[in-house]
């Protein structure tokens, strides 16, 4: 009896990815190439397909980044005072 995976991965169309993050399908297909999507051209004629999976990883990506980009703008906007504190530096 051939082993059968307990969840196969779910492929969605590029539409149906770019309904889902509100983007356009050509970008969809770019981040596909860029591998920030897991993708495959898949059937006969071959059609893109994204593995559902990757949706969650490339948000939780996006979300890591918009985290760091807003600790970033954070720290770029402290003053020197609250960041080495009020005390004078004096070189040795």
Same mark, same amino acid.
């Given at each position: 009896?051939?082993?059968?995976? @307990?969840?196969? +991965? &779910?492929?969605? *169309? +590029?539409?149906?990815?770019? !309904?889902?993050?509100? $983007?356009?399908?050509?970008?969809?297909? #770019?981040?596909?190439?860029?591998? &920030?999507?897991?993708? *495959? /051209?898949?059937?006969?004629? +071959?059609?893109?397909?994204? !593995?559902? @999976?990757? $949706?969650?990883?490339?948000?939780?990506? /996006?979300?890591? !980044? *918009?985290?760091?980009? #807003?600790?970033? &703008? /954070?720290?770029?906007?402290?003053?020197? +005072?609250?960041?080495?504190?009020?005390?004078?530096? &004096?070189? @040795?």
């Amino acid at each position: 009896m051939p082993h059968t995976p @307990a969840s196969a +991965p &779910r492929f969605l *169309a +590029p539409a149906q990815v770019a !309904e889902l993050l509100n $983007i356009e399908v050509d970008e969809v297909v #770019a981040l596909v190439l860029e591998g &920030r999507l897991r993708g *495959a /051209q898949l059937g006969s004629p +071959p059609r893109w397909r994204v !593995e559902e @999976a990757s $949706i969650a990883d490339y948000l939780a990506e /996006q979300s890591e !980044e *918009a985290r760091r980009m #807003a600790l970033w &703008r /954070q720290a770029s906007e402290a003053s020197f +005072p609250e960041v080495w504190g009020t005390t004078p530096f &004096r070189g @040795a």
